[in-house]
């Protein structure tokens, strides 16, 4: 099996920093792509950003500009780097991974159990 472990949300002050990470571990071959996706209250889940293992990217428009995201892949890990952080960014921030599996011909969607961050003063 494979579990993806979030970490780093808290709360921050408007125009503040904050850095998330996300590992993966388990059963894995190789990992595809790693993301991150959130959901505020009220709202559906929606994609932040996600990456590569090429390291090419892409990101919502909300966040252009602002968040960064990478990955280790020696470690498995991807990353998301959230400058400028504004209310409307509060949510609970999900990692997810396509992740090859080993000992099988097919890749599967990972999710971790989410992060929290709020962004208020």
């Known amino acids: 099996q494979v579990q993806l472990v979030e970490s780093g949300g808290g709360l921050v002050q408007p125009g503040g920093s904050l850095g998330l990470s996300c590992a993966a571990s388990g059963s894995i071959r190789s990992i595809n792509v790693m993301g991150w996706y959130r959901q505020a209250p009220g709202k559906p889940r929606e994609m932040v950003a996600v990456v590569e293992r090429s390291g090419a990217t892409n990101y919502a428009d909300s966040v252009k500009g602002r968040f960064t995201i990478s990955r280790d892949n020696d470690k498995n890990t991807v990353y998301l780097q959230m400058n400028g952080l504004k209310p409307e960014d509060t949510a609970v921030y999900y990692c997810?991974?396509?992740?090859?599996?080993?000992?099988?011909?097919?890749?599967?969607?990972?999710w971790g159990k989410g992060t929290l961050v709020t962004v208020s003063s």
């Open positions: 997810n991974s396509v992740v090859f599996v080993l000992e099988t011909h097919y890749a599967m969607n990972y």
